[in-house]
C-alpha cells in the first residue's frame, strides 16, 4: 500500500467536518458504513462469502484439507490465514509477494478468529499427532476504499460459517459444517489529529495519525487488539474506543450470523 | 482392453443424441452472463459468469508506466496479468503466479495490443487484470472476453472489442466450449480470440490432436459462438451505460438489467446463478 | 419521447458511425471508406464530422487547459504537479507568479498545496509543462476538492458554463472546474455538500436530455430540506 497524496486542503476540510462531527459521506462518527454480506459465493470452496463495507469489496475462500497438525498442539486442526491485494482493487497495489501490509492485516483477522475460539479446533483433530483438518483462509481484495481489518475480518467470519468439512471425500464419515462457537466482531477506529472516526473511509484512512482495532466476541470480552501507524491515543481514549468496539460489535454480529 | 475404455468414456461424454454430460449439444454455448463497472477504484471493469466460470476483470490506465525503463516513447504499453484465486479451483492454489498463468497473460496481452490506440498514449501503460474466482475450463476465454468489456467501460480507445470463445474435442467429436470433465478427459482444446469486427485472430492455442478438417470445423463453431459472445459483451455495456434518471434520483443500485439480448441465441436460461450483481 | 429519464444511445468501440463522405473526427477512425468507433461514448455528427463523445476515460492533458493540480514534489527551481493524468506535469519557477530565488521553492508551494494552474505545453511525447501566468491561476486555500471523471468535465460546465453557474447561483459556493476533473468548491459545508451532490449527479448521468432541471430540483429540495426544522 504505497501512500497516495491526500491535499493539504482535504486534510483541513475532513478536520473541519469530523470538529462538528460531521463526516464527508455523511456518516456520524461513530457509524460503520453499510455491511453485506454474500454467502457461499464460490462454489469450488468449502466455504466462502463476499463482505462489502461501504465500497470495500472482498471475497473470502475456504479451503479444508488434511494435514498433519502442530507439534506443540497435536489434537487441534490447523488454521491458516492470508490476504493478497491484488493489484485490481488499487492502484496503490502491486503485484508481488506478501508485503509488511498484507501480512500485519492476515495476522490481525487470523487472530480475532484464533482467540476468540470462534471455531472449535479440537474437533478438527482426527487422530492425535497425526492427522487434524487444515483451514486455508485465503482473503482476495477485490476493491479498496478503506479499512481493510474489519471487512476482511467480517469476510472470513461469515465464510468460515458456511463451511461444511468435506470428510466423505478422504472417508471420513459424513460432512459436517465447521463447529463455530463464537462469533467475533472486529472494528477498527481511526484518529485524524484528535478526533476518533469508526469505520474510516479511504480518505479518512489516508490522513489518520493512528489506527486500532479491538475484536470482541458476543459477551463484549477482548480478545484481540492491534495498534497502527505512527500516531498515539491516550489511555481514556483507547477505553472509549473499546466501548464503541463493543457496541458497534453488537450491530454487527447479526449480519454476520445471518444466512 | 484399451478399446473398452475408450468405449466407456465415449458412452460417458456424449450421450446417443449427440449430447454432452451437461446436456448441450456440440455447437451450444453454456449460459454467459456479463456485467460491466462493476468495481470502483478501477477505470474500468467487468464481471463474468460463463458456466461454471466466475472471472473479473479490471483495466487501470493509461497510467504513468513504471517502472521508467519500461516506458515506450511512441506508444502505451498493453499489459495483462492473469491470476486465480486459492480458492477457485478444487485443491487450492498456491497464491502468486505460475508458469501457466504468466503465458495466459502474455498471449492475452498481446491480444489486446492487436486492437488498442497504442500511439495515442506514448510511455503510458493500459493494465488490465483478470482474477478467476471459480473456475470451470475455458477461463482465459473468460477472462479475456470479460476484460474486453472493461477495456471499453474504461473508456481505452481501441478499434473493437475482443471475444474470446475455445473448442475441442471430446470422443471424436469436435465441440465448442468444453466444460471441466470434458477438457480433463477429452482430446484436444483450442482457445482463440477474434476481433469480431473483422475476423481478425489474435489468440490462438491448441493442445490435444486434431486433424486439419476437425480444426476447421472447431474454428467455425469458435466464430459462430463469438458472434453470440460479442453481442451480450455490447449488451452489458448498453446496460451499464443505460439506466434511467429517475433510478439514480431514487438512489438505487444500477439497474436490474434489462433481458440478455434479443437475438436468438441458443442459450439455455440463466437461473442456475447466484444472486445478481457483484 | 425525450424527457428526463431518457438517454443519448451509446456507441461502442467497433461499431459503425458513418459511410462514405463524413470525415473522422475524435473518438472514431475510418477503415475502408467506413467510420467506426473507437471509444464507448455518444455519436455526434456536426458538418460532415462524426465524432464519438466519450463517457469514460483518463485526462490527456492539451495545451491551454486549466487544471486543478497537487504538489508533489519539488526541486530547486520547479515543482512537480499531480494533474491527474498518466504524465507527471512540472512547473518551472519561472512560470509562477512569484520571483523565486533558485533552491527557494519550497517557500511557495510545499507537498500537498492545491494549485488551479495551466497546461503551458505539452510535446509531441506528451511530455507536460504547467504555467501559473494566467489571471485565474493561484494557490487554492480553503474548501475542498472532488474528482469526476474528466470526460464529464464539459456536462458540467454546461453550454457557456451554464450548468456550473447555477450551482453557484443556487448554492452560493465558489467552484473552479478543471479539465482534468477535479473540481474546487468552497462555501459552507452544507452548501458544499449539496453542490457536491449535483455535480455527481451530472458526472452519472451526463448522457441524459434534460439534466439541468434535475439538478435544479435536486439542490433546491436538498437546501429545502437543511433549511427545515432539523436539530442545530
Not at chain 3, 512547473?91 to 521553492?105: C, I, K, Q, Y
Request: glycine share 8%.
Amino acid at each position: 500500500m504505497s501512500e497516495e497524496i491526500v491535499s493539504e486542503l482535504m486534510r483541513a476540510h475532513v478536520y473541519r467536518l469530523a470538529s462538528s462531527g460531521q463526516r464527508v459521506d455523511g456518516r456520524v462518527l461513530d457509524e460503520p458504513r453499510k455491511l453485506s454480506i454474500e454467502r457461499s459465493f464460490v462454489k469450488t470452496a468449502e466455504g466462502s462469502a463476499r463482505a462489502k463495507l461501504g465500497n470495500t469489496d472482498i471475497l473470502v475462500g475456504i479451503k479444508m484439507s488434511v494435514g498433519e497438525p502442530y507439534p506443540d498442539t497435536p489434537n487441534t486442526g490447523v488454521l491458516s490465514t492470508s490476504v493478497e491485494l491484488i493489484p485490481m482493487a488499487s492502484p496503490t497495489f502491486e503485484a508481488g509477494p506478501p508485503r509488511p501490509d498484507s501480512i500485519e492485516l492476515a495476522r490481525v483477522v487470523d487472530r480475532g478468529i484464533r482467540e476468540s475460539k470462534m471455531v472449535n479446533m479440537e474437533k478438527l483433530c482426527i487422530t492425535p499427532k497425526e492427522k487434524v483438518w487444515i483451514m486455508f483462509i485465503d482473503i482476495h481484495v477485490l476493491d479498496y476504499d478503506g479499512n481493510l481489518f474489519d471487512a476482511c475480518s467480517y469476510g472470513a467470519v461469515a465464510a468460515l460459517a458456511s463451511v461444511v468439512v468435506p470428510a466423505k471425500n478422504v472417508n471420513l464419515g459424513e460432512n459436517f459444517p465447521l463447529p463455530v462457537e463464537h462469533w467475533p466482531v472486529s472494528v477498527t477506529t481511526a484518529k485524524i489529529k484528535d478526533i476518533l472516526v469508526v469505520d474510516p473511509s479511504l480518505d479518512e484512512e489516508r490522513m489518520a495519525d493512528a489506527r486500532i482495532t479491538v475484536t470482541t466476541d458476543e459477551n463484549g470480552d477482548i480478545r484481540a487488539m492491534q495498534k497502527g501507524l505512527s500516531g498515539s491515543f491516550s489511555y481514556d481514549e483507547v477505553k472509549r474506543i473499546i466501548e464503541t468496539a463493543q457496541r458497534v460489535g453488537r450491530a454487527i454480529r447479526p449480519i454476520l450470523r445471518s444466512s | 482392453m484399451e478399446d473398452i475404455e475408450h468405449i466407456e468414456k465415449e458412452m460417458k461424454l456424449i450421450n446417443a443424441d449427440g449430447r454432452r454430460l451437461d446436456g448441450r449439444k456440440a455447437d451450444e454455448l453454456r449460459p454467459v452472463r456479463i456485467e460491466a463497472g462493476v468495481l470502483r477504484r478501477a477505470d474500468g471493469s467487468a464481471y463474468m459468469e460463463w458456466g461454471g466460470n466466475k472471472v473479473l476483470a479490471a483495466v487501470y490506465g493509461p497510467r504513468e508506466a513504471h517502472p521508467r525503463h519500461l516506458q515506450d516513447p511512441a506508444r502505451a504499453l498493453v499489459q495483462c496479468r492473469y491470476n486465480m484465486a486459492p480458492f477457485s479451483v478444487s485443491d487450492r492454489k498456491r497464491p502468486g503466479p505460475d508458469r501457466r498463468s504468466v503465458e495466459i497473460s502474455k498471449v492475452i496481452s498481446e491480444a489486446f495490443s492487436a486492437v488498442v490506440f497504442k500511439e495515442q498514449f506514448p510511455r503510458t501503460s493500459v493494465d488490465i487484470f483478470i482474477e478467476v474466482l471459480q473456475a470451470d475450463a475455458g477461463t482465459r476465454c473468460a477472462g479475456l472476453t470479460a476484460a474486453s468489456v472493461a477495456l471499453a467501460d474504461a473508456g481505452v480507445p481501441m478499434r473493437d472489442l475482443v471475444t474470446s470463445c475455445a473448442s475441442g474435442k471430446i470422443d471424436g467429436v469436435v465441440c465448442v466450449d468444453l466444460n471441466k470433465e470434458e477438457d480433463n478427459f477429452g482430446d484436444a482444446d483450442c482457445p482463440m480470440a477474434i476481433v469480431p469486427r473483422t475476423g481478425e485472430i489474435v489468440l490462438l492455442q491448441m493442445d490435444g490432436h486434431l486433424t486439419y478438417d476437425e480444426f476447421q470445423k472447431a474454428m467455425e463453431m469458435s466464430i459462430a459462438a463469438t458472434h453470440r459472445l460479442y453481442e451480450l459483451q455490447r449488451d452489458a455495456l448498453r446496460r451499464r451505460y443505460s439506466t434511467t434518471l429517475e433510478d439514480i434520483m431514487k438512489e438505487s443500485p444500477p439497474a436490474p438489467a434489462a433481458p440478455m439480448s434479443e437475438s436468438e441465441s441458443p442459450l439455455p436460461p440463466e437461473d442456475d446463478f447466484g444472486p445478481e450483481g457483484i | 419521447m425525450q424527457g428526463s429519464g431518457s438517454l443519448r444511445p451509446i456507441v461502442i468501440p467497433g461499431e459503425a458511425v458513418g459511410g462514405p463522405g463524413l470525415k473522422p473526427g475524435p473518438g472514431t477512425y475510418s477503415e475502408g471508406g467506413q467510420l467506426f468507433a473507437a471509444q464507448l461514448g455518444i455519436r455526434n455528427e456536426h458538418d460532415g464530422l462524426v465524432s464519438v463523445i466519450p463517457l469514460k476515460g483518463r485526462y490527456i492533458p492539451q495545451r491551454g487547459d486549466a487544471v486543478i493540480g497537487e504538489v508533489t514534489d519539488l526541486g530547486a527551481s520547479h515543482w512537480l504537479v499531480d494533474i491527474n493524468s498518466p504524465y507527471p506535469a512540472p512547473l518551472h519557477a519561472t512560470e509562477s507568479p512569484w520571483r523565486v530565488e533558485f533552491g527557494d521553492t519550497s517557500r511557495y508551494l510545499k507537498v500537498g498545496d492545491v494549485i488551479m494552474a495551466h497546461v503551458l505545453s505539452v510535446d509531441e511525447i506528451k511530455r507536460v509543462q504547467l504555467t501559473m501566468q494566467e489571471r485565474e491561476a493561484r494557490r487554492l486555500n480553503g474548501g475542498m476538492v472532488m474528482e469526476i471523471s474528466p470526460t464529464k468535465v464539459p456536462r458540467v460546465i454546461g453550454k457557456e458554463g451554464s450548468m456550473i453557474s447555477l450551482i453557484k447561483d443556487l448554492t452560493h459556493c465558489q467552484i473552479y472546474v478543471g479539465q482534468n476533473g477535479r473540481i474546487w468548491l468552497d462555501g459552507n459545508d452544507q452548501d458544499t455538500a449539496i453542490a457536491a451532490r449535483a455535480i455527481r449527479l451530472i458526472e452519472e448521468r451526463a448522457q441524459a436530455f434534460g439534466l439541468t432541471e434535475v439538478v435544479r430540483e435536486l439542490i433546491e429540495g436538498a437546501r429545502r430540506e437543511t433549511r427545515g426544522p432539523r436539530p442545530s
